[in-house]
């Protein structure tokens, strides 16, 4: 498991009851239903694509790997976003994800 970003560092040192309270609330939604991590990690990871936010897809994308989802799994869960979300907004998420994938 690799350490998170120095960004999300430094939010909890300067809000430590917010982060934890975020924490917590991912936590308990992973937990509130049937779905196993690494599927939930793969549908966080379409949602970061889908609202272009380039540190939540390397976010969700060392979680998935961490959960045992692979390159290929990675990508695949990518490229289905692309009738939704269109081909240059996949292709960057594509480009986020191989910054990260091991």
Not at 67 to 96: C, K
């Amino acid at each position: 498991m690799q350490k998170p970003p120095q960004h999300y560092n430094q939010l909890h040192k300067r809000y430590p009851e917010y982060m934890n309270a975020l924490d917590a609330l991912g936590e308990s939604v992973k937990q509130a239903g049937p779905l196993d991590v690494k599927t939930c990690e793969l549908i966080q990871l379409a949602a970061a694509a889908a609202t272009r936010s380039e540190g939540a897809v390397h976010s969700h994308c060392r979680r998935a790997q961490d959960a045992g989802a692979t390159r290929e799994e990675v990508h695949h869960t990518l490229l289905l976003l692309t009738s939704t979300i269109g081909f240059p907004t996949v292709s960057a998420a594509m480009s986020w994800a191989d910054d990260v994938i091991q």
